[in-house]
């Protein structure tokens, strides 16, 4: 069996990436890659089996065989190592906890920093209400991001109007992910579909669906609905939620004697 650096290497020499493992594609070209596809989001928390960069990076490699058209990834240490294992293109974010602050997903400047140093193609970042650490606010911390680096930012948000804001502050991308994870947005346990349409409607950046889709035909139609692409985590990268999944739809619909 090739170790995971054999298989980098056969998959990077197979695909064209750059002994640094840079993708180096402009905005336009990222856009019509990703365009009504599948992103997989590749990440795995410090108490679930399959933490660990090689292990993320192996995820990513079964998903870009499989046909993902793009990379959701955690961490700087996951992104730089899922950036030399494939040639697809990366949303990057680091997920961390501040004490003066809600807002976790890439909040600072130098979070961002490290996300793109690792490299991450897109940043995803908290565009809820929450304030960043310090207090800051989401038009300070874009007008930092625009002004310190050239990156795609993707604003991860729970709500219809924090995504018409998000898009008035000047990002490059909104993302569906925050709903229901906010005390203030619908407490849902299936796809926010109205979110995603209206967004898709009123907005004129790219929406990306995600959080709970779980079947083909849910990811179907958050596509048909306008979303421009769609990110699947746990129904595809957590074999513990896909076994818990299968195993509780058993127990509620099987007729035991």
């Known amino acids: 069996m090739l170790s ?34 599948i992103i997989v989001s590749c990440q795995a928390l410090k108490h679930e089996p399959f933490y660990g ?24 240490q996951d992104i730089a190592a899922i950036r030399n294992a494939v040639d697809l293109p990366i949303i990057g974010l680091k997920k961390i906890k501040y004490p003066d602050s809600d807002a976790y997903i890439t909040p600072t400047l130098k979070d961002v920093e490290e996300v793109i140093n690792a490299g991450a193609d897109i940043v995803a970042i908290d565009c809820t209400k929450s304030l960043k650490p310090g207090g800051k606010k989401n038009a300070e911390f874009i007008a930092e ?30 993302a569906t992910t925050l709903s229901g994870y906010t005390s203030y947005s619908p407490q849902i346990d299936t796809v926010d579909f109205d979110l995603i349409e209206k967004l898709a409607k009123d ?30 985590g746990t129904a595809i990268t957590r074999p513990q939620e896909i076994t818990k999944y299968f195993v509780e739809h058993v127990k509620e619909n099987v007729l035991f004697s």
């Open 4 to 37: 995971i650096m054999d298989t980098i290497s056969v998959l990077r020499s197979r695909n064209g990436i750059s002994k640094k493992g840079e993708l180096s594609l402009t905005k336009e070209q990222i856009f019509k890659k990703i365009k009504k596809g």
């Open 53 to 76: 960069s090689e292990l993320m990076a192996r995820m990513a490699i079964a998903a870009s065989i499989g046909g993902a058209v793009g990379i959701r990834a955690n961490t700087p």
């Open 145 to 174: 991001i625009r002004k310190n680096f050239d990156t795609i930012i993707l604003a991860d948000i729970s709500t219809y109007q924090e995504g018409r804001e998000a898009e008035e502050l000047g990002v490059d991308m909104i």
């Open 203 to 232: 907005t004129s950046v790219p929406i990306l669906a995600e959080g709970r889709i779980w079947r083909p035909e849910e990811a179907v139609k958050a596509l048909n609905l306008g979303a421009y692409a769609v990110v699947i």
